[in-house]
C-alpha cells in the first residue's frame, strides 16, 4: 500500500516570491508520482509527473519538482508565484505496475498568493 | 476535444433520498473512473471501469452505492439512500491510450 503526506495544509505567500510544496510518501514497491492543481470549482489538472530518469521534473506554469528516493520526497517548486496559482495542489503516487490506474493522493495543500 | 463532462455540478437533496450523477468521459477513453472527495482532503477512488466492465469496485460502498457504464462510454453513479456523510465532490475521470488522467469538474453534492 502507498501513502502521501503533503507537510502544509495551506501556504500563504506574496507574488512574485518563491514557493516550495512539501510531498513525502511511502510504498513498499517503487512508484510513479505526480502534483496536480486544482483552481476553485473544478477538477484536477497534471501538473507534471515523473516516470523515470533526471529527477528533476518541469511541468506547466513553470513549477517544477524533484524526485529524492533517499528521502522519499516529491517536492514542488516555482521561483516566482503569480495571483494566479492560487489553488489547492495534491501530491500523488501509483505503482509501477499499475501506471495512472492505482492513484494515491495526499490531502492537498492550498497555496494562496496576495498581492 | 470536449474534455470529461459531468453532471449536475451541484445537487441538494434531504438525507434518505436518491441522487445520481452522470459522466461522459473523453471521446476514445476506454478507462473511466469515479473518485471521492471530501472537504479537505484528496480524492479517493470509489470504482474503475476498463470499457464496460468494473475492474476494480473495492472501495465503492455497495450498500447505498452502485455504478453503471452500460455501453463503455457514459457512466452513471447512484447513491441510495443518501446520508449525511455523502456530502461531498463526486469526480469523474478518464484516460485513453497515453494513461494520463483527466479530470470533469465535479459534482458537488449536498445532503441536509
Known amino acids: 500500500a502507498q501513502s502521501v503526506t503533503q507537510l502544509d495544509s495551506q501556504v500563504p505567500v506574496f507574488e512574485e516570491a518563491p514557493v516550495e510544496l512539501r510531498c513525502n510518501y511511502s510504498?513498499?514497491?517503487?512508484?510513479?508520482l505526480f502534483w496536480y492543481v486544482q483552481y476553485p470549482n473544478q477538477g484536477l489538472q497534471l501538473l507534471l509527473k515523473?516516470?523515470?530518469?533526471?529527477?528533476l521534473v518541469k511541468g506547466i506554469n513553470g513549477f517544477e519538482a524533484e524526485f529524492n528516493k533517499s528521502q522519499t520526497s516529491f517536492h514542488l517548486r516555482k521561483p516566482s508565484v503569480h495571483i494566479s496559482d492560487t489553488a489547492e495542489y495534491f501530491c500523488a503516487v501509483s505503482p509501477l505496475n499499475s501506471g495512472y490506474s492505482t492513484l494515491t493522493f495526499g490531502k492537498g495543500t492550498m497555496l494562496l498568493v496576495s498581492p | 476535444e470536449a474534455g470529461v463532462v459531468q453532471s449536475p455540478r451541484y445537487k441538494i437533496i434531504e438525507k434518505k433520498q436518491p441522487v445520481a450523477f452522470w459522466c461522459n468521459p473523453i471521446s476514445g477513453h476506454n478507462t473511466l473512473y469515479w473518485y471521492l472527495q471530501n472537504l479537505g482532503q484528496g480524492p479517493e477512488l470509489l470504482i474503475r471501469y476498463e470499457n464496460e466492465e468494473a475492474v476494480d469496485d473495492s472501495q465503492l460502498p455497495k450498500d447505498r452505492f452502485s455504478a453503471e457504464r452500460l455501453k463503455g462510454v457514459d457512466s452513471t453513479l447512484k447513491i441510495q439512500p443518501a446520508e449525511l456523510g455523502d456530502s461531498a465532490v463526486y469526480l469523474c475521470?478518464?484516460?485513453?491510450?497515453?494513461?494520463?488522467?483527466?479530470f470533469g469538474e465535479g459534482s458537488r453534492l449536498t445532503v441536509l
Open positions: 475521470a478518464s484516460t485513453g491510450a497515453t494513461g494520463e488522467l483527466f
Open positions: 510504498s513498499s514497491v517503487s512508484v510513479y
Open positions: 515523473y516516470l523515470s530518469g533526471s529527477t
